[in-house]
Structures are given as structure tokens and as C-alpha cells.
């Protein structure tokens, strides 16, 4: 067996000590690690220098070279025995000074000669050193920790350089494409366009811009569609933000920039394209009730300033005469009609070529226009095609009541696409442009969520439902079409925050939430009044799911699916009428007992009196707090 003493941190430094002579002075190197890297920084660029020098050398005198790099490396290596370096090359004598520093600089500079010298395809053998330590002692453990960081910096810098030449390469790639967009080629501009599409998707947030540079992109006022993402609605109030995919602030919107316009297209196809002419019958036939009903006045009311009407300008655009450069799309829409570039208000005499060349130029714009219009994709004609194969007359009329004093909503977050103009109201003066006629995206036939949920059938992957999910089942034996009407009882209802929850009678199904602005009122009911009562009867249709898991209810009406007045109200049995007195002072009609909540079971407690009133109260602030989870849908707000 060897003899050979193991070297440990103890004993090391005698070993060491006990082989140099009294008289040896030892030169420790630079005085800090600073230096030290210093030093090995500037080794660095020189021999960068020197292997860029020797590389325009290389094709002279390559062989000599090589020799010589040979020798030069031979002779720096003068390693003893023990592993240690003798003597001092940076100096002009050997002073008899051990450097123990030397070591290292000796074979940093050995291995960049050697790097300098694989770069030109060359391979020389160099002597390595082997150096046998312990690993699990301390000391070289610490002696170890600072040449592995050199090296990760090595690597570093490595990689940098790397990553420096291939986005040199991915800029050049990318102009040469967009010269080959620029050239035509139509297969590069799809993958660009593609491209972009799923870099915004993976996106994490949506670019920064000021609102200038927002505005010089999105050019409002000139009817070009964007897309994005509702990131506020709020019910109560009526208004929302909308975040653009092109960045910058968020835009403003209200109900009435909403526009249904999958619903109407749906509706113009089961009718024939005769929507706007029912919709005017059923307009006047209801203002004719509002006149003779006794109402009067009340009626008239109530119908101009109480329900927000989905059709925006149909009603005035049916009743002016229709132009000869206004096309049928623009009508469908209910857009505003942007007069022909030769209305001018006057004629010049004498001007009847130019006049006439102006007129054919314009009518020959007016049908490009008019042309690119009528273009619609072939997959939005196809849904809008199969969703009028699903109505049945009474959806068809059902359909035709929410236009008329249905509230639009949105979804959050729902994608939109949508158009920009100034907004002009002076109490948001702060927001410079305001979204408008906003529908869903061009994919999904501009439906919006709750468009989707309405028809669920030939929408499989609706807001708030998974892709295997069929929605809420039917009755046994119950046709498997569009908009299904459950029956339910409103359980709950909170008039500060305007929701509530409807109990359903189905066995098995849970309680579905719904919002004040689901309801479908009649128009000629006195606004006051119009205020959902714990008790009342409703029929409604299921529009997906919230965040939460819990169905939504829209499209809320009497029993009969009729809009609710004073005349069809039901009630559950055991909640007897509802409290007039109560009504008036905005309240909530009576509070019913433990069981008169559950529906038409006939099962209900009594009545209301002042104890139960408080003990209502109480409940309903607390179930409030259980089940409606209010404040993650106002965090916008403290942003």
C-alpha cells in the first residue's frame, strides 16, 4: 500500500509549507478578486485581438504558424512534479520566487491560445492540469466556488453573443418577409397576419400606448373595427370599458352602444328581411295602448324613458324615406347614413359634364361600397342560417320583445369587436373616445356571449360552459330547440345591488342568478314599479354560466312569456298579493316564510308582518354576502 499522506484542510498547508525553502519570498498575485477578474478580462481582449491578427495571417504562412503556436505553448507549460509553478514569466530572470498565482494566469492564457487556435479548425494537443482535491473538504470547496463562477461568466458571455447574431438574423429574416408582403405574396402575408394573431393571444397584457398614439391608430369616426375584451360593466349603472388588442387606455362605452346584431340578422332571416315593418305594428300598436289604456301620459312615459330599446335607430331610420345611396345593409344595421361626396346643397349652372362625371364616380364608389357589404362570410351566413332553423314563433316573438325594451349587457371578459368615436359627453370629458356598435367577434357571426348561450346549439362552446356541456336539460319529451323556458320563483332579491336569485322549480337544479336589467317590463308600466319582488312567478332562459358556476337568467317575463305588467304578475302560493304599500316605498313586496319561497310547491309560510320584515332584511344581507360575491366584479374601480 501507498504511504502517501490524504491531504485535508488541516494538514494541507504543512504539507505545502514543509517543501519550500526558508529563503523563498511567495507572491500571492493580484491583492483581491477584483483585480483578479480584471486581469482575466483583459487576457481576454487580448487574445480576441491576437486570434483576429493570426486569422488574416492564416492564409500566408498557415504551417509556420502552427509550428510556432506549438512551441510557444510547450513552452509556457514548465509544470514540476508536485503540480506547481516555478519561477516568474513575467519577469526577465527567474529571482527564485515561487508564484503560486502563476498557475492560474498560465493556463487561462494556454486555454484562450488554444480556443484562438480551434477557431481556425485546428486541433493541438496542450498539456492539462490534473489536479487530484477533495471534494468534500471546506477549503477546496471555497477555493472551488470562485472558479465556477468564472467559468458561468465565461458562459454567459458566450451566450450573449449567441443570442446577439440570431436576432441579428431573426431582424433580417423579418424585413426580407416584409418585403415579400410588400411584393404580393400572399402566403407570407398570411403567416405574418397568423403570426401576430397568436402573439396577441399569448400576450399577457395588451401593449402600452398613450392615448394619442391610440388615437392615430384607431382613427375614430371612420367606422373601422377593432377587437378586444369587456373588462368592466357595470349592470346598475349602464356603462363599461372596453380594452383594445391595439393598446393603450381603456374606451368607454353604455348599453346603448351594444348592439344585437347576430339576434337581429337571426330574426330578419326567419321573417323574410320584413323585421323593421313588424317591429313598427308592434311599436304603434303599443303606443296606441298607451293612449287609449287611461294611462296615457304615465304610458308615454315610462316608454320613452324607461326601457333602453336594443334597435337603436330602426325606428327613425324606417320612418325616413330611403335614399338612393343608402343599401339595404346599411338599413339592416341601423348605422347612420353618410351622405355621397356630390351632395353639395347647390348646383352651378353650366357645370353639367363635371356634375354628371361627379355622379357616376360617386355612384360607381357607393357600389364598391355597397359590394363589399354584401360580402359577409360564408360562416356567419351559415350560423345565422341555422339559428332561424331553431326559432319557433313564439322564440321568433320572444326575440322581438327584447329588442324592443330589453337592456343589452355584456360579459366579462367578453371579446368584442367594435368600432370608435369622440365621446362627447360632457360628464366623461376624461375619456377621449367611446366604443360603438359593439357585437361580437367576426368568427362567431357577431354574436355576443349571451347570443351564443341563446343558441346554444350551434354555439358548443358558449361563454360560462365547457365543450361537452349541454346547458340546462329539458323536460321529458320537450322539443330540443333554441332559447328553453324554465319556471322559477325569485327567492332573493337585493335592490342596492340590483340582483338577486331565482329559485327554479325543476328538481335538482340549483338557484340561478340573475340581474335587474334581465327583466323584460312592459313598457307602459309605471318605472316605479318596476321592481323585481321575492314571490313573483317568472319564465326565463338560461345564458351560460358566471365566474362562480352558477347559471344566469335572462330574458326574464310573465308565465305566459309575455312582458311582466300589473295585469300578469303570478305569485307563489302562501305569498298571497304583493304589498302595494311596500312597492311604492321602493321595497320589495312582501318577505315570505321559510317555504313560501320554494315556487309553486304550495308549501309557503304566511305572510309578512314588522318581524319577519326585519328578519328579511337581515337574511337577505346576509345571504348576500354568501352567494352574490359582489366585490370581485367592482375591483375595477379601486385599480
Not at 357585437?439 to 346554444?456: C, D, H, I, K, T
Not at 318596476?530 to 345564458?543: D, E, F, N, T, W
Request: hydrophobic fraction near 35%.
Amino acid at each position: 500500500m501507498s504511504n502517501t499522506t490524504r491531504l485535508t484542510s488541516r494538514n494541507l498547508f504543512d504539507a505545502v509549507f514543509a517543501t519550500i525553502p526558508a529563503d523563498v519570498v511567495l507572491d500571492t498575485g493580484p491583492d483581491s478578486l477584483r483585480e483578479r477578474c480584471a486581469l482575466m478580462e483583459s487576457r481576454r481582449a487580448a487574445a480576441a485581438a491576437a486570434a483576429a491578427e493570426s486569422d488574416d495571417e492564416n492564409n500566408k504562412d498557415n504551417n509556420g504558424e502552427e509550428e510556432e503556436k506549438r512551441t510557444a505553448v510547450e513552452r509556457k507549460s514548465v509544470v514540476s512534479e508536485e503540480g506547481f509553478l516555478f519561477g516568474s514569466f513575467d519577469a526577465s530572470t527567474n529571482t527564485g520566487v515561487m508564484d503560486v498565482s502563476a498557475m492560474m494566469r498560465h493556463a487561462a492564457a494556454a486555454k484562450e491560445e488554444a480556443a484562438a487556435v480551434a477557431s481556425m479548425g485546428d486541433v493541438l494537443l496542450r498539456p492539462v492540469l490534473d489536479v487530484q482535491l477533495d471534494a468534500d473538504d471546506e477549503a477546496v470547496q471555497e477555493a472551488t466556488k470562485y472558479a465556477a463562477l468564472f467559468v458561468e461568466d465565461d458562459e454567459e458571455h458566450e451566450e450573449a453573443e449567441k443570442a446577439g447574431n440570431e436576432s441579428k438574423e431573426k431582424e433580417e429574416g423579418v424585413t426580407s418577409g416584409a418585403d415579400a408582403s410588400r411584393s404580393g405574396d400572399p402566403n407570407q402575408r398570411q403567416r405574418q397576419q397568423q403570426q401576430y394573431k397568436k402573439s396577441m393571444a399569448n400576450a399577457s397584457a395588451f401593449p402600452s400606448l398613450t392615448a394619442e398614439e391610440q388615437i392615430v391608430i384607431m382613427r375614430p369616426e371612420e367606422g373601422i373595427r377593432h377587437e378586444g375584451r369587456c373588462v368592466l360593466f357595470r349592470n346598475s349603472k349602464g356603462f363599461g370599458f372596453v380594452a383594445p388588442e391595439v393598446g393603450g387606455p381603456d374606451i368607454y362605452f353604455t348599453r346603448d352602444d351594444v348592439a344585437y346584431f347576430f339576434t337581429r340578422r337571426v330574426l330578419e332571416e326567419y321573417y323574410g328581411g320584413s323585421l323593421l315593418n313588424i317591429m313598427n305594428v308592434r311599436d304603434a300598436s303599443w303606443r296606441a295602448a298607451g293612449r287609449g289604456g287611461g294611462g296615457g301620459g304615465a304610458g308615454g312615459g315610462g316608454m320613452n324613458g324607461g326601457a333602453v330599446s336594443v334597435l337603436g335607430a330602426f325606428p327613425s331610420t324606417a320612418a325616413a324615406p330611403v335614399s338612393h345611396n343608402v343599401t339595404p345593409c346599411d338599413v339592416e344595421e341601423g348605422e347612420k347614413v353618410m351622405p355621397d361626396a356630390n351632395e353639395k346643397g347647390g348646383d352651378e349652372e353650366g357645370d353639367t359634364d363635371r356634375k354628371q362625371k361627379e355622379e357616376n364616380k360617386s355612384n360607381d364608389k357607393n357600389d364598391e361600397d355597397a359590394e363589399l357589404i354584401r360580402e359577409v362570410d360564408n360562416n356567419a351566413n351559415s350560423l345565422v342560417q341555422q339559428a332561424a332553423a331553431l326559432l319557433t314563433p313564439e322564440n321568433a316573438r320572444l326575440l322581438l320583445l327584447f329588442l324592443q325594451v330589453g337592456k343589452p349587457i355584456l360579459s366579462v371578459p367578453e371579446p368584442v369587436s367594435f368600432t370608435v368615436r369622440w365621446n362627447r359627453m360632457g360628464s366623461h370629458s376624461s375619456r377621449r373616445l367611446r366604443a360603438d356598435n359593439i357585437r361580437g367577434l367576426p368568427g362567431n357571426g357577431y354574436a355576443l356571449m349571451v347570443e351564443q348561450a341563446w343558441f346554444e346549439r350551434i354555439f358548443p362552446r358558449a361563454f360560462g360552459r365547457s365543450s361537452g356541456e349541454k346547458g340546462c336539460k329539458s323536460k321529458e319529451g320537450e322539443k330540443d330547440d333554441c332559447l328553453l323556458r324554465h319556471r322559477g320563483t325569485i327567492r332573493m332579491y337585493d335592490a342596492d345591488e340590483l340582483r338577486g336569485v331565482i329559485r327554479p322549480d325543476e328538481n335538482g337544479m340549483q338557484g340561478v342568478s340573475f340581474t335587474g336589467d334581465a327583466f323584460l317590463w312592459d313598457p307602459f308600466m309605471d318605472p316605479a314599479r318596476r321592481r323585481p319582488s321575492v314571490g313573483l312567478v317568472v319564465h326565463y332562459s338560461i345564458a351560460g354560466r358566471d365566474r362562480h358556476g352558477k347559471y344566469i337568467a335572462t330574458l326574464i317575463t310573465a308565465t305566459d312569456d309575455t312582458a311582466i305588467s300589473e295585469a300578469n304578475t303570478e305569485w307563489a302560493s302562501g305569498g298571497g298579493v304583493e304589498d302595494p304599500k311596500g312597492r311604492e316605498q321602493g321595497g320589495e313586496g312582501i318577505a315570505l316564510g321559510g317555504g313560501g319561497v320554494g315556487g309553486c310547491s304550495g308549501t309557503g309560510g304566511g305572510g309578512g308582518g314588522g318581524h319577519g320584515r326585519d328578519e328579511e332584511t337581515a337574511g337577505r344581507k346576509r345571504r348576500r354576502d354568501e352567494e352574490l360575491l359582489l366585490l370581485e366584479e367592482d375591483d375595477y374601480g379601486i385599480i
